[in-house]
């Protein structure tokens, strides 16, 4: 099987901060909202099923006990991800990237190759990123998103130096959609792009899965 240098966004376990799942109330200034985004509203109820389909999906494997153990940051896990997915389109829009139904597919097909099946797929990103079965091709969306942000911004995220360069590109985004977010949740911080203190780079590690060829432009 092929390693190549790809991206694990802030979703992946061994990154993740702990916030307890909130009820209803979200802050006085923005009540049910667990972030403003861009003027949008993140809603507390939105981050709760995301949170619901994950604890579903590991309270049916086989591990369910661990995995559930091992998850109790899950809320605020979530969150970082739904607020850097918003990140992420802005930066690809600003730098004129698209991203397909086929590429998304396409990568998701060669990752359950890579994994040995689709449901050796399921289970490898319920384990290690905390993502449930109805998640996962919005979690490859954006492994098939950052290279293709990385291309357009003529640079390589397999070097530091395109990693920089995509990392300015996101914080500019980040700073752009002035992100407020529920202080029972945290502060984002623009140039990490991350929740505070939340020491979640948005690259971290080396994955297996090998991106398909790129198509031809952004």
């Known amino acids: ?45 939105v981050l709760q099923a995301q949170v619901a389909d994950v604890r579903s999906a590991q309270e049916s494997a086989r591990e369910s006990e661990q995995l559930v153990k091992s998850s109790g940051q899950l809320s605020r896990a979530k969150l970082h991800g739904i607020i850097f997915g918003r990140v992420l389109d802005r930066a690809s829009k600003d730098a004129g990237v698209t991203v397909s139904r086929k590429e998304v597919q396409e990568m998701r097909l060669a990752a359950a190759a890579q994994s040995g099946g689709d449901e050796q797929l399921r289970a490898m990103m319920l384990q290690q990123r905390w993502v449930a079965p109805d998640q996962i091709e919005n979690d490859l969306r954006r492994e098939v998103q950052l290279p293709k942000l990385a291309r357009a911004l003529g640079t390589d995220l397999a070097s530091p130096e395109g990693q920089k360069i995509v990392g300015q590109a996101l914080a500019k985004a980040s700073k752009a959609l002035d992100i407020d977010v529920n202080p029972r949740f945290g502060v984002w911080d623009d140039k ?14 080396v994955t297996e899965f090998e991106q398909p060829a790129p198509e031809t432009g952004a």
């Open 1 to 45: 099987m092929h390693r190549r240098s790809r991206t694990a966004l802030a979703v992946s376990a061994a990154l993740l901060v702990g916030v307890p799942l909130l009820s209803a109330c979200g802050s006085e200034t923005h009540p049910g909202a667990a972030a403003l985004v861009g003027g949008d509203r993140i809603e507390v109820s």
């Open 192 to 205: 990490q792009i991350q929740l505070g203190d939340y020491k979640a780079p948005w690259i971290t590690q």
